[in-house]
């Protein structure tokens, strides 16, 4: 029985790439499920944000991931948090860099740090609070149990 999502995701930890571009991550996240896969980009980018705010998520290997995070909160219930990192993203440009270095480059912009930190304000305010789907991790372990289960079927 699945006790948390992480029974899930810790299979695939190294086998799917956050560090060698789209293309590898894309490549990558077809050796899982899709219910492993949305488990796998929403835990990255909340991991990231708890540890160092959209910022370090955006600055670190992890900002790859951000399209599929939004549709990995869509798909758990979570659509304050998609919509969420969806505006966040449009800080960096119409069509958002997937590529580290045009991030980073986008992200030495004067002013962004500030604004990047009052959007860290409002996600710690929603990811935990969410009247109607529950908070982030407990959306996360139910989905995950029920996926497998459907899966394994």
């Known amino acids: 029985m699945i006790e948390s999502y992480w029974d899930l995701v810790d299979p695939y930890w190294e ?19 899709k219910h492993v896969q949305v488990l796998f980009c929403v835990h990255w980018h909340n991991s990231e944000v ?25 798909v758990l219930g979570r659509p304050d948090l998609a919509d969420m990192l ?25 002013g962004m740090s500030r604004k990047l930190l009052k959007i860290d304000d409002k996600y710690f305010d929603v990811y935990e609070a969410d009247v109607h789907a529950g908070p982030l991790y407990e959306c996360m372990d139910e989905y995950a149990r029920r996926e497998e289960a459907a899966y394994r079927a």
């Open 15 to 33: 086998e799917i790439s956050i560090y060698h571009g789209p293309e590898r991550l894309d490549s990558d996240l077809t050796k899982a499920p």
């Open 50 to 74: 708890c540890n160092g705010g959209f910022e370090q998520f955006f600055y670190n290997s992890t900002g790859v991931l951000a399209p599929q995070a939004v549709a990995g909160y869509r």
């Open 86 to 110: 969806e505006s966040t993203m449009k800080l960096l440009g119409k069509e958002y860099p997937r590529d580290r270095d045009l991030r980073a480059k986008k992200l030495r912009k004067w």
